[in-house]
Structure formats: C-alpha cells, structure tokens
C-alpha cells in the first residue's frame, strides 16, 4: 500500500469565488452519490492535487518495490520460483504502468512524476527502505507487504476517481495472486528443514514491524484524511486499516507455526480484534527522512536506471523522429 | 539431494536436449538480470517477457532431458546442480549484458538463429520435442521482432546509439560461428531426425541478420566468429559467475525443497 499520506501540507486553500463554490457543491453531490469523476470533469484544484501526489506516489513505490523483490531474481532457489517471481516483479512494473497512466490523465506527465522521483522530492511506501536479506524474505514481503497493499487497495477500487479505481480493480487481483503465492513460500519453509523454518520466522521478524507502519501514521497525525474522506479517496483511517491487517495475519502466522515479534499481541475476546503493541513511529519517521536501511541504495539504483537509458531513449526518439520524416518525404514524392 | 554435483548419462539425445536447454536458462537468467534497471519500464517488462519464455522453454527441456537420461534428475538438479563444466550452452548467451545495445545485439544473433531452429523442430521426428519446439517457435519468433526493432532503432538512432550497436556487434560476433556447429553426438542425433542441423540453419540467418543490419545501417564483420567450447563444457570466464549466484540456495542447502 503504497499510498501512505506521507507529504508537506497543501498550502493553504484561497477562497473560493461564488462560482467555484457552485462547482464545488455539485462536485461534492456527485462524489457523496457515488458518481465516478472522469478526467474531462470539472473537479476542485485540491481533489486534482491529492490525487497526483496519491497516485505518483503508488506508482513509484511500485517501480520501487521493483528492487527489493528483484535482489532474489537470480537466485530464486528452483526454477519454478524463479519464473514466479520475475513474474511477480514484472507485473508490479505493469502497475507502476498503469498508476502512470492515470496519473497522466490529471494533467502530468510521466517525466515529469519520475523526475519527482529522482530528485527524491516525491515519496514511495516506506516498507522498501528495508533490505531483502533471504530467500525468505521474499515469501514474507508476498504474505505480507501484497497483504498490506491489498488491505489498503480493496477499497481504493471504489475511489471516486474513476481511473484511479479502474486501475485499482486490475492491480488488486494480481496482488492477491501475489500475497497467495508468498505465502506458499511461506508454507514451504515453515513445513522444511530447521533452517528453512528459521529463516522463515526471521523474515516475520524483520517485516512485521515495517507491515505495520505501512498503513501510514496512527489517526489524528495523518495529514491528508480528513480532505481524501470526504473526496471518498480514502474510505477507513490508518488505524481502522491496520487492525483490519493485524487481525486478518496473526492466525496465518500461527498456521504457518510462527510467531509475530510482539510479546503484547493478545487476542481481547470482547472486541473481536488482535491487541498488538506499540508501535516504533521514530524508526518510521526516519525512514520516511530519508534513513532507513536502503533509502540510499534504492534512489541510486533508480538514477542510475534511468541515467545509463538516456541514451537508449534518446535514441528510440531520434529513430521515430526519422521515421516520421521519412515517410513524409515518401508522401511529398507521391504526391 | 547432494551438494556436489550430479553424474550423468549424456546419450546424445540427452546431451542435445541439453544444449537448448541450457542456452534457454543461461540467456534467460542473463535478461533477468535486467528487471528493475531497463532504460524505460516498458523494457523492464518487455525483457522479462523474453526471461520468462526462455526459462519455460528451458524447464520443459530439463524436465524431457531427465526423463530420457532416466536416473531421476529433475529441472532442478539439472539446472542447480551442474557445473561449468557440465554446461552445454552457446558461449553468446552467457556474456554479461553489458549496455543496452550488448544485450540487444547478443539477443538478436541468438534470436535470429533460434528462431529458424524451433520452427524447424517442430517436424522433430521425437514427439515430446516437436511439441516443445511448437511453443517455442511463437515465443522465438515474437524474440526476434523485439530485438530486431530495437537493433535497427539503436544502429539507426543517434550518433551515440549507432556507436555503441557497432561496439556490441564488433564484440559479440566472434561467438557466432558456434551456432552452427554440429560434432558427432549431435550429428548421431539429426541423422534420426529428432533434431535440426543448425548448420541448414545457415542460410536463414544469414538472410535474417543481413536485412535487419542493412535496415540499422550497421556494417556486418566478415565472415563467422571463431570462438566456440561452450557446447562441450569450455565456457568463457563468464559462466562461473552467473552459475555461482544462481546456485548458491539450492547448494548451500543440501536436500531441502523450496
Ligand atoms: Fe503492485
Ligand atoms: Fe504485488
């Protein structure tokens, strides 16, 4: 779930004129009604603001997400898994795809979201600041950072943006394509050897934590909710999403034989709801600052990418640019 | 499952099913090496379509190939638990990626001859790999048009594209004459008619890389590269390496299932 609410503070609306505000109360009427808001329609500069930045930033945390799972690529332990999981990274490219694509549709361009990117101006989830140290990391951040985004994602397919929740309904289905089949990892190490099972609850060790402060800050410090709940962008808190995670992952924990590393997680029968402990928001907000385990690395590998294809891409323009006049001279010669 | 790694009885027919599978995995893996770093995201999909198809070709020929060796080997002890040695891939294909235009130019010259193999296997008179090569042969074929537009793009492209093409091409040409050789075991092989003389195959590529090298506006070396061993397990320095990394799990955990 790549959409934490992590940036400044818009600046300060301006007031608004009389007709602007008329706009405004249809806007809301058709959003409160559950109508979809198409790109030709008129919507408030703020809606259009929320959501690049919202949508930017899950499609970079896809493109992002890319590295960590990437790492294990070529040394994924059996062919079968290796396919499955260049499949798996291939398909989280597909979503920054198409996430780029809607964000495109508000009126920016791909460059310029990537450049946000780059310049490390925009932000991505923070969970892939944290390094991928074994084979088993790779079922944990199927299990559970897939499990996360899907917690977060299922309702963002009811956005009222509609092609940021049309884009949603697709990624949605592979990620939980993705979740199952990390957790199948999951399973397999937690049935092998006494390695396999402990590299399996070392990676729930690592993780859990990071899974957790996914769903953004606890409610009341989230900057950006209260706007993106009456946009009906955002349709549960923070805290109300993460439970709903919490208590969906303890009993798959217990399943698979291992346990969540927090001595506070209680199963309180009153509510229905697993009670877990505090949560580290200084390592969260460190993360977010720019130091975490691999901020560093993951930005660099980006720019690097994306300085080695320069010229691969001028080159691909340079080609269509020939092309084109070519067959306009082909056009002038026939006519 | 040991560590060290396994025997086999290598027929001819295992040793050629051999060769193309370890051409698939080796090349597979090299592409897959690229995902998450391609110049843009539509080749950081489009370069892992190819890795998959490669490495789905190569699990159905490991998978044949331990069938007809018949002492148990599956795809994984075949791909995890070979050495270097016992690799029978093209040297072409294990070459690191290098630049952009390196892993277009080694994808091409590959492509251009696989393609022609597998639509020739289909009428392998061995019906396991006839029916592999009918697969393959849409995959190669979709191969082959992805890297010859973007060889003519870069050849074709900028000053700086059209340099580095001539560069990879200059560098990669001298592992082109192994795609057509065929030794004794193989020869054993095609005279059943289960496989394809690659040296028939000839004709076909040269047609193939003189028409997309005219298009790139790129100039052909002469003649056929020189370099050649990795069908009888003399690789370049290369191959330790990728094997030594897709390796290490399986090896270092001896008997376990993942
Ligand atoms: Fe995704
Ligand atoms: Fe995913």
Redesign the interface.
Known sequence: MYTQALNARDAVAQPLSAEETAKSAAFQARVDDEQRIEPNDWMPEAYRRTLVRQISQHAHSE?VG??PE?NW???????????AL??K??DE??H??YL?AAAETLGVSREEVVDQLLSGKAKYSSIFNYPTLT?ADIGAIGWLVDGAAIMNQIPLCRCSYGPYARAMIRICKEESFHQRQGYE?ML??SA??A??KALAQDALNRWWWPCLMMFGPPDGESQHSDASTRWKIKRFSNDQLRQKFVDATVPQAHFLGLTPPDPELAFDEASGHWRFGEIDWEEFRQVLAGNGPCNRDRLR?RR??HA?????????L??AE?RRARKADAEKQAA | MPTTSITLSETPLVGTVLRRADDALVLGHRLSEWCGHAPMLEEDIALANVALDLIGQARTLYAYAGEIEGSGHDEDALAFLRDSRQYRNLLLVEQPNGDFAETIVRQFLYAAFADPYWRAMTASTDPRLAEIAAKAEKESAYHLRHAAEWLIRLGDGTQESHHRAAGALEALWIYTGELFEVDAMERAVVETGAAVDPASLRATWDATVDAVLGEATLTRPAGLGVQTGGRSGRHTEHLGHLLAEMQSLPRTYPGATW
Do not use: C, H
């Open positions: 493109i890319m590295l990437g690529i070529t040394r994924a332990p059996s062919l079968k898994r290796k396919a260049l499949a990274v291939q490219g597909g920054g795809l780029y084979w990892i397999t190490l092998g050897t390695e396999q590998v690097k990418a080695d294809g320069a010229w691969v891409r001028e080159a691909a340079a080609f020939k």
